[in-house]
C-alpha cells in the first residue's frame, strides 16, 4: 500500500483547529456590538476588521498549509 495516504493525528489535529477558527468569525458577529461597546469605536469599523481578518485568514491558511506540509 505505498503511496496511499491516511489521516494521522497532526493532519487531523490541523483539519480540526482551521474549523474551530474558521468558525470563530461566526461568533464574533453575534457579540460585535458588545465588542464595539466595549472599545469605544463603530460596528462598521469592527466589522471591517473581522472581514479582514477573514479574508487573511482565507488566503493565508491553505499557503501556510501546503509549505508546512512538504
Aim: charged fraction near 5%; charge should be negative; glycine fraction near 8%.
Amino acid at each position: 500500500m505505498t503511496g496511499e495516504k491516511t489521516f494521522t493525528l497532526p493532519v487531523f489535529a490541523l483539519i480540526l483547529l482551521s474549523f474551530i477558527l474558521g468558525t470563530s468569525e461566526f461568533v464574533i458577529i453575534g457579540i460585535l456590538p458588545d465588542i464595539a461597546a466595549g472599545i469605544d469605536c463603530s460596528i462598521v469599523m469592527i466589522g471591517n476588521l473581522i472581514s479582514f481578518f477573514a479574508i487573511a485568514y482565507a488566503i493565508g491558511t491553505p499557503l501556510v498549509t501546503a509549505c508546512l506540509s512538504q
